[in-house]
């Protein structure tokens, strides 16, 4: 039975474990898949070690960076990304990086949602490494603009100029953008502190502004929760996301990619 794991730090809240469980049993794939809590001065060492008989793994905050400087090779997506979250160990023994969260991403909106991004205006709060992962397939779906706001400005303009080859793409700061937009993307982590990043309610048209937030809870998420005040047409959460960029993982591991909807409804139940 080939082994996969997912690292990270902290990792006990994962559900990477009971998604890739339901993946193997519509499947039929047989495969291991734990929860892999690795030092925050030792993932290196952690992955070594369960790579010496494991097949690949999934890779978490705050190691994503870290992985993408560990592995032999870059997919395409990881290698604009800078980050890694899926590893897989090669018949030569090397190790391919890919990044499956901007395809997770897109296909959550697109699919899952019904949204499609094509001609839509579009901002992107946010401009670390999450935000920079999910960027190029953002700009492959096809936006009219795709539009990254940030506290600090330069690092958003950083990644504009990083991704102006791939699409339309430009840079703000939190207060220099107040027209409507169709949908917002939160890519920061501000939810899990319970914040709301600084942002005009104007950015929302009622009854029209969709809002996305990568992050998930049992609860809806502090920024769904403003955008819902402020009339958001429709407020997302990251769980879909999740299912959609580990199925890309078991694609890439397994050649197969499992139905991801019925595993959604699993875990919204």
């Known amino acids: ?6 690292i990270g730090n902290p990792i006990g809240h994962s559900k990477s474990p009971q998604i890739h469980r339901l993946f193997a049993e519509q499947t039929g794939q047989q495969i291991s898949y734990e929860a892999v809590l690795a030092p925050l001065d030792g993932f290196a060492s952690t992955l070594q070690h369960f790579l010496a008989d494991g097949r690949g793994v999934n890779v978490t905050v705050p190691f994503k960076e870290q992985a993408w400087t560990l592995v032999d090779q870059h ?3 990881a290698a604009k990304a800078g980050a890694v979250n899926t590893i897989s160990l090669q018949e030569d023994g090397s190790l391919l990086g890919d990044n499956t969260d901007g395809k997770g991403l897109v296909r959550d ?3 899952n949602a019904g949204l499609s991004l094509r001609g839509l205006r579009v901002l992107l709060v946010g401009a670390g490494g999450a935000a920079r992962g999910v960027i190029q397939p953002i700009l492959a779906a096809g936006p ?3 539009c990254v706001v940030n506290r600090t400005v330069e690092k958003a303009e950083q990644l504009a100029s990083l991704f102006a080859e791939d699409g339309p793409i430009s840079a703000a700061g939190f207060q220099w953008i107040e027209e409507p937009v169709d949908l917002i993307i939160n ?6 502190g319970g914040a709301v990043p600084d942002m005009s309610p104007k950015l929302i048209r009622p009854g029209h502004t969709w809002c996305y937030d990568m992050m998930y809870a049992k609860e809806p998420t502090v920024f769904n929760r403003w955008a819902a005040e402020h009339g958001a047409a429709r ?3 990251g769980l879909g996301m999740l299912v959609e960029q580990a199925a890309e993982a078991f694609l890439l591991w397994r050649g197969v990619r499992p139905d991801t909807a019925p595993v959604l409804q699993t875990l919204r139940g």
Do not use: W
């Open 75 to 77: 997919s395409a997506a």
């Open 109 to 111: 909106i697109q699919v």
């Open 187 to 192: 890519a920061t982590s501000a939810s899990l």
């Open 235 to 237: 407020c997302v959460d």
């Open 1 to 6: 039975m080939d082994r996969y794991a997912v």
């Open 144 to 146: 009219a603009q795709l």
